[in-house]
């Protein structure tokens, strides 16, 4: 953390508080075969209460890309690896107080595995209808922001990617209609 002395708006003299992370924050929406999102469900000390969210985690600045850093979370979190991996951007996590910033990836075409978390974790898996994590979301069952962004830039993403390629349109099939 650090004191900048600042003027204010109105000219007189300040203090702005600025806390700097030594990591910037990743999360991953991974979405099996099946449609089903992977969310991980822990207790979160500064709450005193169990969070379900997306596998998320730090990535150490200039150590390890945010790429990386999702695929260990990920790994490490649930077990899962993915083949494949969409970026689904950034964002600034709490701009009025602090430099964090946030990549999210959606992950999909996964393969279980065993997870392996931090000796700070006891983390619990379940898979549910990403409709039924995006309706949480949006209703207040799930609460933790990195999870809420990444499940609508998710969502996003998808619809886009839906409407640009509908059923039966595949680069190997661009027109399902014709025939020969």
């Known amino acids: 953390m650090r004191e900048d002395k600042v003027a204010r708006p109105d000219g007189s003299p300040g203090i702005y508080g600025i806390i700097h992370y030594k990591n910037i924050a990743v999360a991953v929406v991974p979405i099996d075969a099946e449609g089903k999102v992977i969310l991980v469900g822990q207790h979160r000390y500064v709450f005193d209460r169990y969070f379900w969210e997306v596998p998320e985690g730090g990535c150490p600045i200039g150590k390890e890309s ?4 999702a695929m260990r979370e990920l790994r490490e979190e649930t077990g899962y690896t993915a083949a494949r991996w969409d970026y689904l951007g950034t964002l600034e996590l709490s701009n009025s107080t602090s ?3 946030g990549h999210l990836y959606l992950a999909r075409d996964l393969t279980p595995g065993s997870q392996e978390p931090d000796e700070t974790e006891e983390i619990e898996i379940k898979r549910i209808d990403f409709a039924e994590a995006w309706r949480m979301a949006m ?3 799930i609460t933790e922001s990195l999870t809420v962004a990444a499940l609508a830039r998710a969502r996003h993403f998808l619809d ?4 640009a390629h509908p059923p039966g349109d595949t680069p190997a099939d661009p027109d399902p209609g014709k025939r020969p």
């Open 99 to 101: 430099d964090e910033i």
């Open 66 to 69: 945010p790429e990386a850093a």
């Open 160 to 163: 886009r990617e839906a409407a």
């Open 139 to 141: 209703e207040g069952a």
